[in-house]
């Protein structure tokens, strides 16, 4: 299944293959761009690339974005 599917049966109840994975990863994702956390805090391109590039690698299902507090 994939991503879209997967949310798309879960919310109707259907089967699903496995649950849907939405780690909290945070600030955690400056480190796969090899930036410093307080470089990250508060720049948005920083913190897209991060995200994305964390997704990426690791293949969860959503992207949640924000910072630690």
């Given at each position: 299944?994939?991503?879209?599917?997967r949310?798309?049966?879960?919310?109707?109840g259907d089967s699903i293959?496995?649950?849907p994975c939405v780690p909290i990863v945070g600030n955690t994702a400056a480190r796969v761009i090899g930036v410093k956390v307080s470089d990250f805090r508060g720049n948005g391109r920083l913190i897209a690339d991060a995200q994305i590039a964390s997704y990426r690698r690791f293949g969860y299902d959503v992207i949640r974005v924000f910072t630690d507090l």
């Open positions: 299944m994939t991503s879209l599917e949310f798309a049966a879960y919310s109707q293959d496995r649950l």
